[in-house]
């Protein structure tokens, strides 16, 4: 999961629009409640980002003792840019010649390489929808064409298979000016070939959900804001998408985390009714079952969520129940089954990424939508660091 950008299209700013009204609300209150938390983790302000963002992608690309860098592509802010991001040694903007891309995805892939995947062109009068993809390589610091999409998208969801391929599904085919057209369409990259592949629809369209890798191997595909969208999984060896009875709800904007256990934590999110969730459940790949697991301590929408070495997962920012944007900082403890307020960010953030780096064991938050300011909501370049160890 932008920016009008000064030139943005007003496509664009239909779709931020209920958020710049939640901001207008809140006065850059925030949404989160005053009140006590579990434990308080430190979390410290470090070098910003080159360029304000929101809606853009962060993919870790180095994690040692000596190193710790992550690529920036994309986004809104006022700027057409990407930039590789070094902890403690600041930001390098990097060239290229591809589009200025909104609401993508980027994935990691095995060799280290970088697919970075359809979205919008927030710079075009229409903000143009993307089918072009590239290749960002971290040897030569340097994007390079890598194919076209079947079907143009933005709002969809991308993951690596265990083979090496990235499964590419659902989003928004085409943009109208109130209008969003849901696809039901799939697509394949393959490395090897350097090419996309189309693959069989899913059985519902689908965009703003989320796809988590099971441990068989098989993709879990969760939500969306199509009614209804129950559950499908993805079956790489026969190439076919499979529905899963008995879902409990239609949600988008929610997350879905793989637990050490094989089960899949799902969080938060909207339901088709506009509610933020603070529901969350757990779905067992074995039985197709679900089990309740605690509530949240405050409904959120649009945040991230990270999973620790521990098993425990991360939920940072994102859209409270009044559609505010939240600081709170939550901590899911998989063997108690049960959510509690850990800490909160310096700064209240939707529409942010959140990077776990295993070398500084902390959570490298950066963007998003910020406090009010006199003219509106402010996108960010402020990056905050979350340690971790103090929580556990």
Known sequence: MCSPRGIAAAVWRARVAAIIAAFVLSAGCGGDPIGPVSARPQVTSIDDLARNRT????????????QQSILFVGGGGGSCSRELYMV???????????ACRIDHT??????????????????KIASETLASA???????????????????RYGHDAILLEEGTVLISGGYMTNYLLHKVQT???EMYDPALGAFSQLPDMNYPRADHTTTLLEDGSVLIVG???EPAPMEKYIPQEKRFQVIPDTEFARSNHSATLLEDGSVLIAGGIDLNGTTLAHATLFDPESASFSATGLMKIGRAGHTASQLPDGSVALTGGNGADHWALSSVE????????????????????????????SLDGI???????????TGPVIMRDVDLLSVKASR
């Open 55 to 66: 809606s853009h992608t962060a993919t870790l690309i180095a994690d040692t003792a000596s």
């Open 88 to 98: 403690g040694r600041g930001s390098t903007l990097l060239e290229f010649e591809g």
């Open 106 to 123: 980027a994935t990691a892939l095995d060799d280290g390489s970088v697919l970075i995947v359809g979205g919008q062109d927030s710079l």
């Open 134 to 152: 590239e290749i960002y390589s971290p040897a030569t610091e340097g994007f390079s064409a890598a194919g076209n999409l079947g079907t143009a």
């Open 184 to 186: 039901a369409s799939a």
């Open 224 to 226: 969306g804001t199509t």
């Open 331 to 358: 901590i899911y403890d998989p063997l108690f089954r049960e959510f509690s307020i850990i800490s909160h960010m310096l700064r209240p953030r939707v529409g942010h990424t959140a990077t776990y780096i295993e």
């Open 364 to 374: 490298l938050v950066a963007g998003g939508w910020g406090p009010l300011h006199v």
